[in-house]
């Protein structure tokens, strides 16, 4: 008796064809699928990690962050009038090496990476800093420490240098650093407790939540 080779018909070959491909499909990685929230999150933890060794620096220099503590004491007081965090956060060294990538955001296409501090400045901040924010504050909640530097104030961005935050002056973003997501244009602002919050351009940000008159912020 002559036996006789099973084959698939036409229609089964692309049955299988069909599956295969929904298989790979759902395979896929899907990481690309939100590009925008890994560096997004990038710049929030950032800005966590700074907020922890300013504080870790405090812990070690009486309750100060490094604008209020003298350079001969480890601190930066004197750079107060140049207005460059990378000042203050240069004296922040020991608590962050080698994670020298953490002063830039992701998003950032004007600010570079830097790979050592021997030539670090504000060409390598994405970050603004706070000089009269104090460690021992009652109201830390709502002080803010820091935060991405694409601040504007009557839709005129903040220049890079000494800005000074007086009581009810309204906030907002330019479009820069995270322009192209879906809660934006906003930022991420750092308080003195710790904590960071995404703010929208909407929430209007001022000095009369801080409970400060005023608020000198380092731009870069």
């Given at each position: 008796?002559?036996?006789t080779?099973?084959a698939?018909?036409?229609?089964?070959?692309?049955?299988?064809?069909?599956?295969i491909?929904?298989v790979?499909l759902?395979?896929?990685?899907?990481?690309?699928?939100?590009?925008?929230?890994?560096?997004?999150?990038?710049?929030?933890n950032?800005?966590?990690?700074i907020?922890?060794?300013?504080?870790?620096?405090?812990?070690?220099?009486?309750?100060?962050?490094?604008?209020q503590?003298?350079?001969?004491?480890?601190?930066?007081?004197?750079?107060?009038?140049?207005?460059?965090?990378?000042a203050?956060?240069?004296?922040?060294?020991n608590?962050m090496?080698?994670?020298?990538?953490?002063?830039?955001?992701?998003?950032d296409?004007?600010?570079k990476?830097?790979?050592?501090y021997?030539?670090f400045d504000?060409?390598?901040?994405?970050?603004?800093?706070?000089?009269?924010?104090?460690?021992?504050?009652t109201?830390?909640?709502?002080i803010?420490?820091g935060?991405?530097r694409?601040?504007e104030?009557?839709?005129?961005?903040?220049r890079?240098?000494?800005?000074?935050?007086?009581t009810?002056?309204?906030?907002?973003?330019?479009?820069e650093?995270?322009?192209?997501?879906?809660q934006?244009?906003?930022g991420f602002?750092?308080?003195?407790?710790?904590?960071?919050?995404?703010?929208?351009?909407?929430?209007?940000?001022?000095?009369?939540h801080?409970?400060?008159?005023?608020?000198?912020?380092?731009?870069?």
């Amino acid at each position: 008796m002559k036996k006789t080779a099973n084959a698939l018909t036409l229609i089964e070959v692309l049955v299988v064809i069909a599956v295969i491909g929904v298989v790979l499909l759902l395979a896929l990685p899907t990481h690309d699928r939100r590009p925008t929230r890994a560096p997004m999150a990038q710049c929030s933890n950032n800005l966590r990690q700074i907020g922890l060794s300013l504080h870790l620096f405090a812990a070690n220099h009486g309750d100060q962050f490094p604008p209020q503590v003298s350079i001969t004491n480890g601190g930066s007081m004197e750079f107060v009038g140049r207005g460059s965090p990378a000042a203050h956060f240069q004296t922040l060294s020991n608590e962050m090496t080698p994670y020298f990538k953490v002063w830039t955001c992701p998003t950032d296409k004007m600010k570079k990476p830097t790979t050592n501090y021997a030539a670090f400045d504000d060409h390598n901040v994405s970050y603004f800093l706070s000089m009269d924010a104090a460690p021992a504050a009652t109201n830390a909640q709502f002080i803010i420490l820091g935060g991405d530097r694409h601040l504007e104030v009557a839709g005129r961005p903040v220049r890079p240098g000494l800005f000074t935050l007086t009581t009810n002056i309204p906030l907002g973003w330019t479009r820069e650093l995270h322009g192209d997501t879906a809660q934006s244009p906003g930022g991420f602002m750092l308080f003195v407790d710790g904590h960071v919050e995404f703010r929208g351009r909407r929430r209007v940000l001022a000095v009369r939540h801080q409970g400060l008159a005023t608020n000198l912020l380092a731009v870069p």
